[in-house]
T-cell receptor, first 116, second 115 residues
C-alpha cells in the first residue's frame, strides 16, 4: 500500500537561508509521481513541484527543488533563499501509475515558519 | 482563467441533517477529485471522477457519502445523516486528465461544521 511519511511537524528557517523538508514514501509500484503542495493559512493548496519516478534528474522550479533519492524512497523539498511568504504548511503527495488506483496520498505535512 | 470554485465556503449544520457541497472545476478538466482534510492532517482522498463516472470511490468512508458529476463538469458531494465526525474542510481538485503525473488544481474548500 502506498504511504507518505513527513517526520517534521514544524521547522524554522531564517529569511534568505535554505531549508529542506523531508518526505519518505512507500510503494510497490514501479511507476509513480511525487508532488509537493503548499497550504498557506488561507487554506488553498498550491502546487509547487513534481517528480516522476522515471526522472533521473531532480526537478527544479524556481526556488524549489526536489531531492529525489529513489533507492532510499525519499523526495525531500529544498527551498532556497527563504522568504517570509514561504511560511505555510507543506505537503508531500504521491500517486501510483500502474497499480490501478487513482488516489493521491498525502503526508501529514510540515509547518514552516520563516523568521525575519 | 477561473480556478476551481467551491460553494458554500462555510456550512454549519445539525447532526442528522443532509448537506450538499458543490465544486466547479476548471473548464475542460476531465478529472475531478474530492478530499477531506481534518485539522492538522493532510488531505484524505474520497472519490475521483473521470468525466461523468466515478472511476474510484474507494475513499468514501461509508454509504452516507455520495457524489455525482452528471454532465462531466460541476460535481456535488452529498452527505446524509451528518455526524459530528464529518466536520472537516472538504477540498475539490481538478486536473486536465486523470493521468498520474498531473498536478491537481485545488479549490478553496468548504468548511463543514456539524453541531
Amino acid at each position: 500500500a502506498q504511504k507518505i511519511t513527513q517526520t517534521q511537524p514544524g521547522m524554522f528557517v531564517q529569511e534568505k537561508e535554505a531549508v529542506t523538508l523531508d518526505c519518505t514514501y512507500d510503494t510497490s509500484d514501479q511507476s509513480y509521481g511525487l508532488f509537493w503542495y503548499k497550504q498557506p493559512s488561507s487554506g488553498e493548496m498550491i502546487f509547487l513541484i513534481y517528480q516522476g519516478s522515471y526522472d533521473e534528474q531532480n526537478a527544479t522550479e524556481g526556488r524549489y527543488s526536489l531531492n529525489f533519492q529513489k533507492a532510499r524512497k525519499s523526495a525531500n523539498l529544498v527551498i532556497s533563499a527563504s522568504q517570509l511568504g514561504d511560511s505555510a504548511m507543506y505537503f508531500c503527495a504521491m500517486r501510483e501509475a500502474t497499480s490501478g488506483t487513482y488516489k493521491y496520498i498525502f503526508g501529514t505535512g510540515t509547518r514552516l515558519k520563516v523568521l525575519a | 482563467g477561473a480556478g476551481v470554485s467551491q460553494t458554500p465556503s462555510n456550512k454549519v449544520t445539525e447532526k442528522g441533517k443532509y448537506v450538499e457541497l458543490r465544486c466547479d472545476p476548471i473548464s475542460g478538466h476531465t478529472a475531478l477529485y474530492w478530499y477531506r482534510q481534518s485539522l492538522g492532517q493532510g488531505p484524505e482522498f474520497l472519490i475521483y471522477f473521470q468525466g461523468t463516472g466515478a472511476a474510484d470511490d474507494s475513499g468514501l468512508p461509508n454509504d452516507r457519502f455520495f457524489a455525482v458529476r452528471p454532465e462531466g463538469s460541476v460535481s456535488t458531494l452529498k452527505i446524509q445523516r451528518t455526524e459530528r465526525g464529518d466536520s472537516a474542510v472538504y477540498l475539490c481538485a481538478s486536473s486536465p486528465t486523470g493521468g498520474p503525473y498531473n498536478e491537481q488544481f485545488f479549490g478553496p474548500g468548504t468548511r463543514l461544521t456539524v453541531l
